[in-house]
């Protein structure tokens, strides 16, 4: 018999004409809001997996009409808008794809530290606007070589990035709930006292209500005026209206985002700042980690209805 799928989320053609060839999809994706209850309705008794993204909302009200779904396929590695408490209650287990975007994500922190530090972007323009050869030699920049890298979350995406900075002569310290076993980074408890070790503080935690402004005022103050902030993880991790006062005052020395609280237009005032280098949220872009992405959702869904266990599972559900 074809398996039921509900399609919340569109992946990339390839990926969606393989789904097509195995199961009989319901393309919740594709509905319009009047079309949306008679889909529910007819797809609910009988989809035991769906397909969806971190931007989906997945809630509890969405979950009282998938009565018969015990697998939420997420296709990204966040999943803010889904409700895991409430599926782990009802036994539906969630899988994402963290594994296979971490080396992109990663690189994309290195590469905003490092732009961030040596002025890339106003570097480029300098060349390009013809200024090197009016106004002689660009200002001096800050070394990444021989600084202390402080690393909030150390999961899978903060581990490549502690991998990536070792090499580079980093120092390497991390926050996180909990000391991590075979981990020999420094560790500390505090998260103020991570920034006030550190010289370049990257966020690479889940976003989502338990991490809300994490980066607060006093956070930003500890990594101080000559820090570097760098968000790959969710504009709410960070206190955006503190991010902006401490960069405008020099409380802060620079930041490298990828992340921001409005999405896609964030806030001009944080736009306009000079010290600020901005990346439109595209730190898993690439051709190979996005078709990456959507195997992994793939296969994760092959996984489930051939009842092995599930590739990348967020939390702990036996599917039995
Ligand atoms: C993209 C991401 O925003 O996986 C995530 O959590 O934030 C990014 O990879 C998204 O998945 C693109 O659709």
Not at 49 to 56: D, E, K, P, R
Not at 256 to 278: I, S
Request: hydrophobic share 45%.
């Amino acid at each position: 018999m074809t398996p039921d799928v509900l399609v919340a989320h569109t992946l990339p053609p390839e990926q969606m004409q393989d789904m097509a060839r195995r199961y009989r999809l319901h393309r919740l994706d594709l509905a319009t809001p009047s079309d949306r209850p008679a889909l529910l309705a007819s797809a609910g008794p009988v989809c035991t997996a769906m397909v969806v993204s971190g931007h989906v909302t997945v809630d509890a009200k969405l979950l009282d009409q998938l009565p018969a779904l015990r697998l939420a396929a997420c296709s990204s590695a966040g999943y803010d808008q889904i409700d895991l408490a409430e599926m782990t209650r009802r036994g539906i287990a969630l899988t994402n794809t963290s594994a296979a975007l971490l080396d992109d994500v990663a690189d994309t922190a290195l590469m905003l530290m490092l732009a961030a530090r040596r002025r890339l972007v106003a570097g480029d323009a300098y060349v390009r606007t013809g200024a090197w050869g009016r106004d002689g030699m660009f200002p001096l920049t800050s070394a990444t070589s021989g600084k202390r890298a402080g690393i909030v979350g150390l999961g899978h995406i903060g581990q490549a990035i502690a991998r990536r900075c070792l090499p580079m002569g980093l120092e390497i310290g991390y926050f996180s709930r909990s000391r991590k076993a075979g981990m020999d980074y420094r560790f500390f408890d505090d998260l103020a006292a991570l920034a006030g070790w550190a010289d370049i503080l990257f966020i690479a935690t889940p976003g989502g209500a338990d991490t809300a402004g994490l980066i607060s005022a006093p956070v930003l103050r500890a990594l101080g005026p000559d820090g570097t902030l760098i968000n790959i993880a969710r504009g709410t991790v960070v206190d955006e209206a503190a991010l902006i006062a401490a960069l405008r005052q020099g409380q802060l020395g620079a930041a490298g985002l990828d992340v921001f609280l409005n999405e896609p237009t964030p806030d001009p005032a944080l736009t306009a700042l000079p010290n600020v280098t901005l990346y439109p949220h595209h730190a898993s872009g690439t051709v190979e980690t996005r078709a990456r992405m959507a195997q992994l959702t793939l296969d994760n869904l092959a996984a489930f209805f051939a009842g092995k266990p599930l590739l990348t599972p967020v939390n702990k559900i036996i599917l039995t």
